[in-house]
């Protein structure tokens, strides 16, 4: 019988060990980086307890608050500007991107649209969405121009009656 060479037994050995030594190392990492959380989920908790006992004992200072002052409503759009800034084609969507009217609720952004179209400055577009008809103060100076203006009656020229 033939003996076999140490040198392959080894390698044989060592192929073997390989993968079990790689697969502990896998093991090993995890384990590390579970221990790194709980390390860190510890220390916060030590924080927390150590504020705690500081409020126990009345060694905490106050911090001074910030003081936050309120915008209120937001401020007032004007909408001739947006109109202007539009292409001459877009859609409610293009509408809603726009820098200052964007941050308007999107049922006011219909309202708008919907202003501007009784208006006439504006149409729906044939491919969605709506086209330009002109700028807004031409549109005001024509709705003017359009109204009938009511013809003054003659005044009635009243009789002097004689006093008696």
Same mark, same amino acid.
């Given at each position: 019988m033939a003996r076999r060479s140490k040198s392959k037994t080894l390698t044989v050995l060592e192929g073997k060990l390989g993968v079990i030594r790689r697969e502990?190392?896998?093991?090993?990492?995890a384990l590390k980086r579970e221990i790194a959380k709980r390390e860190e989920a510890l220390a916060s908790l030590k924080a927390e307890y150590a504020k705690g006992?500081?409020?126990?004992?009345?060694?905490?200072?106050?911090?001074?608050?910030?003081?936050?002052?309120?915008?209120?409503r937001s401020r007032r759009i004007n909408w001739?500007?947006?109109?202007?800034?539009l292409p001459a084609r877009f859609s409610l969507k293009a509408?809603?991107?726009? &820098? $200052?009217?964007g941050r308007r609720p999107k049922s006011h952004l219909y309202a708008i649209v919907s202003r501007w179209k009784k208006e006439g400055i504006l149409s729906k577009d044939s491919g969605g969405g709506y086209r330009k008809a002109g700028s807004p103060a031409r549109a005001k100076r024509k709705a003017r121009r359009a109204? &009938? $203006?009511a013809a003054k009656k003659p005044a009635v020229a009243q009789t002097e009656t004689p006093s008696a």
């Open positions: 502990v190392l896998k093991v090993l990492r006992e500081q409020l126990l004992r009345g060694e905490v200072k106050r911090e001074p608050q910030r003081i936050r002052r309120r915008t209120g001739e500007q947006v109109f202007k800034s509408l809603g991107k726009h &820098p $200052v009217a109204k &009938p $203006v």
